[in-house]
C-alpha cells in the first residue's frame, strides 16, 4: 500500500494519545525526504558514519495542539491513517520531480563536515 512511508501502528498511536493527552500540549508531525537517495532507500548509521550524506534532507512540520485530535480511540485511529496517506502523497510527489519540495520551506544549509562533526559528537553519547 505504502511505497515511502512505514505503515502506520495506528493502536499505538491512539493509545499514546489518550494516555498523554493531560501532560502534552502539542503533538508533531513530521515527514523527511532525501534527495539522491532513491525511493526506498534510506540513510543508515553506516553510512553516515562513512560520511555517505544525502544532498538535500528535506522535512514537513506540523504542529497540532491536543485538543485538535479526535478524542475517540477509532477517530484518532483515522486521523492517524488519513496524515499517512498525506505523508505518502508529498513524498510521492516529492521523488517524481526535482523541484516538488514537501511544503512551504526555509532552507538551512549545513556542510558536511559540520554534519559528520555533529553526528559523531551524538553517537559518542
Same mark, same amino acid.
Given at each position: 500500500?505504502?511505497?515511502? *512511508?512505514? /505503515?502506520?501502528?495506528?493502536?499505538?498511536?491512539s493509545?499514546?494519545?489518550?494516555?498523554?493527552?493531560?501532560?502534552?500540549?502539542? =503533538?508533531?508531525?513530521? +515527514?523527511?525526504?532525501?534527495?539522491?537517495?532513491?525511493?526506498g532507500?534510506?540513510? +543508515?548509521?553506516?553510512?553516515?558514519?562513512?560520511?555517505?550524506?544525502?544532498?538535500? *534532507? /528535506?522535512?514537513? *512540520?506540523?504542529?497540532?495542539?491536543?485538543?485538535?485530535?479526535?478524542? =475517540?480511540?477509532?477517530?484518532?485511529?483515522?486521523?492517524?491513517?488519513?496524515?499517512?496517506?498525506?505523508?505518502?502523497?508529498?513524498?510521492?510527489?516529492?521523488?517524481?520531480?526535482?523541484? +516538488?519540495?514537501?511544503?512551504?520551506?526555509t532552507?538551512?544549509?549545513?556542510? +558536511?563536515?559540520?554534519? /559528520?562533526?555533529?553526528?559523531? /559528537?551524538?553517537?559518542?553519547?
Amino acid at each position: 500500500k505504502y511505497r515511502n *512511508v512505514l /505503515h502506520p501502528k495506528v493502536a499505538g498511536w491512539s493509545r499514546s494519545v489518550c494516555l498523554l493527552r493531560d501532560s502534552v500540549d502539542h =503533538v508533531y508531525d513530521v +515527514t523527511i525526504a532525501y534527495r539522491d537517495h532513491s525511493p526506498g532507500e534510506r540513510p +543508515t548509521e553506516m553510512s553516515l558514519v562513512a560520511a555517505r550524506y544525502p544532498r538535500e *534532507v /528535506h522535512m514537513h *512540520v506540523r504542529r497540532h495542539s491536543m485538543a485538535s485530535l479526535p478524542e =475517540v480511540p477509532s477517530d484518532l485511529e483515522q486521523w492517524c491513517r488519513a496524515s499517512f496517506k498525506d505523508k505518502e502523497r508529498r513524498l510521492q510527489s516529492f521523488y517524481a520531480s526535482e523541484e +516538488t519540495p514537501l511544503g512551504p520551506s526555509t532552507e538551512c544549509p549545513v556542510g +558536511t563536515r559540520e554534519l /559528520h562533526a555533529r553526528w559523531m /559528537h551524538a553517537a559518542a553519547f
